[in-house]
T-cell receptor, first 110, second 114 residues
C-alpha cells in the first residue's frame, strides 16, 4: 500500500465550479499534513497546512479525518489560474521529511 | 532573492560521468532536504541535514549518491557514475525546526543523462 494515495485525475472542471480532492495516508502516526501546489515544470509550493479542526484560506478549505486517515481539499469558485497539480503531503510518524502523494492534476476550463 | 536557490537549473551529462548540484537554503532555516522527482510522481525524499549534521541518508537511492553540508549553510548533492535512470528533477528544500510549517523548495535542477 502506498504511503499517500491520491486520484491522479485529470479533473476537468468548468471555471466557477467547486471541486474537491481527497487523499488517504497509511501511517497512523503521521503528525502534520499539507497541500502543496505544483505548476508544470516548477517546484512544489505550500498551499496550506491542514488542521484537525479543518481550516479555510479564501476559496480553499482543507479537512483532516484522523480516524479514517483521510485529507481533503475543496476549491470554490475555481479560476483558470487554479489549474495545476495538487500534492497531498504528510509528515512525521517516524518518517523523516515530507511524504508526497503522486498529485492530482486539475484543469480549469473556460 | 531570499528563497531557496539551486544551481545549475539544467544539467545534461553523459552516462558514467559524475555530477554535483548545489543548494543555498533560506539563511535562517536550519534544516535542508534533498528530494528527487520523476515525471508523474510526487517528490521522493532522499536525505536531510539539521545544520551541518546529516540526520538521515538511508533513503539515498544508492551508494553513488552522496550529500554534504559542510558549514551548515549551502549543500551539495553528488551523483557518481550517472545512469540514465538518474534522469529526474532534483529538488532542495529548507525549513525551520517547527511542525506544521512546511518547506520552501528551490526551483530544482533538472538532470538528463544521455
Amino acid at each position: 500500500r502506498k504511503e499517500v494515495e491520491q486520484d491522479p485525475g485529470p479533473f476537468n472542471v468548468p471555471e466557477g465550479a467547486t471541486v474537491a480532492f481527497n487523499c488517504t495516508y497509511s501511517n497512523s502516526a503521521s503528525q502534520s499534513f499539507f497541500w502543496y501546489r505544483q505548476d508544470c515544470r516548477k517546484e512544489p509550493k505550500l498551499l496550506m497546512s491542514v488542521y484537525s479542526s479543518g481550516n479555510e484560506d479564501g476559496r480553499f478549505t482543507a479537512q483532516l479525518n484522523r480516524a479514517s486517515q483521510y485529507i481533503s481539499l475543496l476549491i470554490r469558485d475555481s479560476k483558470l489560474s487554479d489549474s495545476a497539480t495538487y500534492l497531498c503531503v504528510v509528515q512525521g510518524g517516524g518518517a523523516d521529511g515530507l511524504t508526497f502523494g503522486k498529485g492530482t492534476h486539475l484543469i480549469i476550463q473556460p | 532573492d531570499t528563497g531557496v536557490s539551486q544551481d545549475p537549473r539544467h544539467k545534461i551529462t553523459k552516462r558514467g560521468q559524475n555530477v554535483t548540484f548545489r543548494c543555498d537554503p533560506i539563511s535562517e532555516h536550519n534544516r535542508l532536504y534533498w528530494y528527487r522527482q520523476t515525471l508523474g510522481q510526487g517528490p521522493e525524499f532522499l536525505t536531510y541535514f539539521q545544520n551541518e549534521a546529516q540526520l538521515e541518508k538511508s533513503r539515498l537511492l544508492s551508494d553513488r549518491f552522496s550529500a554534504e553540508r559542510p558549514k551548515g549553510s549551502f549543500s551539495t548533492l553528488e551523483i557518481q557514475r550517472t545512469e540514465q535512470g538518474d534522469s529526474a528533477m532534483y529538488l532542495c528544500a529548507s525549513s525551520l525546526l517547527l511542525r506544521n510549517y512546511g518547506y520552501t523548495f528551490g526551483s530544482g535542477t533538472r538532470l538528463t543523462v544521455v
